[in-house]
């Protein structure tokens, strides 16, 4: 069973735009992780956010964790045609198995160039 | 350097047939995972190795799913008398540490079961 679960599932925005997708959780976790999936091929890291840090950048993005809301937010600014493609959350729980990434469903992000 | 490779990219198998899927590790990498994604779903565990040891296989859905990994590298995960829900994109994910997030994946082997 997924523990995450994405908001919206589907999303479609102007090149420019900002884009934003949400992650909910359900468990406490060791941290989270956003991955990218464009058609046909594989998984991507995009990001990882700890348990006890709140915000984190990496160039155009940027990811808010909120642990007591149990959910995290992945903000892509300046959207370009390239960012076409699928964003899982991840979840790592604690520490007896944090081997073991639970995904989320995933939010398909179209940008209409 | 080269990354997870998976082999065959593509497989299409009637129902019945066993069919074995390969994943070839980053080089150096001691932990390997699978994983299986449906249509439009997110990857979902199976199992995981250390080295050649088989450490959780608590994802793995019946006794029709076997993984094994005998020389700590290659890992082929078989699948025995398919079913048409076992269609799926398999993935194969490795670390450079053992029992990590820090997972790097594979492409995947799409398996379809007519």
């Known amino acids: 069973s997924q523990q995450g679960e994405e908001d919206p599932q589907a999303l479609s925005i102007q090149e420019g735009e900002n884009a934003t997708m949400n992650c909910s959780y359900k468990t406490s976790i060791n941290n989270l992780q956003w991955y990218r999936q464009n058609s046909g091929r594989g998984l991507v890291h995009l990001i990882l956010?700890?348990?006890?840090?709140r915000e984190k950048h990496s160039g155009r993005l940027r990811v808010t964790l909120d642990t007591s809301k149990k959910s995290s937010s992945l903000l892509i600014t300046a959207s370009r045609a390239a960012d076409t493609a699928s964003y899982f959350c991840?979840?790592?729980?604690?520490?007896?198995?944090?081997?073991?990434?639970?995904f989320g469903s995933g939010t398909r992000l179209l940008v209409r160039p | 350097g080269a990354g997870v490779s998976q082999s065959p990219r593509y497989k299409v198998t009637k129902r019945g047939q066993d069919v074995a899927l390969r994943c070839d590790p980053i080089?150096?990498?001691?932990?390997l995972y699978w994983y299986r994604q449906a249509l439009g779903q997110g990857p979902e565990f199976l199992t995981y190795f250390n080295y050649e040891a088989q450490q959780d296989k608590s994802g793995l859905p019946n006794d029709r799913f076997s993984a094994e990994r005998p020389e700590g590298s290659i890992s082929t995960l078989t699948i025995q008398r398919t079913e048409q829900r076992d269609s799926a994109m398999y993935r194969c994910a490795s670390s450079l540490v053992v029992s990590s997030y820090e997972q790097y994946f594979g492409p995947g082997t799409r398996l379809t079961v007519t």
């Open positions: 956010i700890r348990s006890n840090e």
């Open positions: 991840a979840t790592v729980p604690g520490m007896d198995s944090s081997y073991k990434l639970i």
């Open positions: 080089s150096g990498h001691v932990s």
